[in-house]
């Protein structure tokens, strides 16, 4: 079963890349990028199907480790671009998608993949599933809205000029509502961390360093939230926040329970 994820992991890559190049040559060939957007749905099917298997072999959600959640933030990242892509003109923003799915994805190859059990603070599966799976979905539209805001900021440094990207009003608008759709669940991620925390560890919060760079990344989209229509020097900085917030979820994802120890030290087995 871990090979056949391999492969399908394998497989997604190849068609992400795919994806990163046709749809960056369908810049200056539009007719390419339909050819894009159809190696990203298979992108998508295939990291799906990577996640179904992991989920049967494991018994549980397969989002316990790095390996797992690499791939269902892959899989989001490609999932709220297409929901997002069916409501707005945002489709030549297929490359860059595309290529944050694609690092996720290698990301995921290069973790130890074997099943392993659980660790006790993770022994609660209704909050696993929740929880994580919540996580995941806010980080994912963090993914969006950072890809649409620099669009916007290219578009407005050269006057909406560059054709080869969604106008910079079109991009601020899918920026806006996919921080809209992530900010309560990130919200809510939070809030059900802190109730598993407590249930595992006896403490609603630790001042771990995971739980610190969760509460500055919401900060920053909470700030984003307070400028993001405003006509000013504060609201042409909105994106700049975006791209701000989505270096937070990086790092809340990656660097806080990878590079500090903490409670969450154990989220890279």
Known sequence: MESLVTALLVGALVTLGGSVLLGSVAMLRSELLRPAHWSLWLAGGLLLAALGVRAVTAGRAPWSNLHETAIAFSFAVVTSY?????????????????????????????????????????????????????????????????????????????????????????????????????????????????VWANLAWRSYWSNDPKELAAAATWLVYGAYLHVATRRDAWGAAAPWLLVAGFAGVLFTYLGAGLVFVGEHSYAGR
């Open 82 to 194: 297409g929901v997002m892509q069916h409501r707005m003109p945002i489709g030549r923003l297929v490359p860059l998608v595309a290529a944050i799915a694609a690092g996720l994805a290698w990301l995921a190859l290069a973790q130890p993949s074997e099943v392993l059990p659980l660790v006790p603070a993770l022994q609660a599966p209704l909050l696993l599933t929740v929880h994580v799976g919540a996580a995941i979905a806010a980080y994912a539209l963090g993914g969006l809205a950072f890809a649409a805001a620099l669009a916007e900021i290219a578009q407005r440094q050269a006057g909406d000029a560059l054709s080869f990207l969604p106008a910079a009003s079109t991009a601020r608008a899918a920026a806006h509502r996919a921080v809209l759709l992530g900010f309560p669940i990130l919200t809510a991620a939070i809030v059900l961390g802190s």
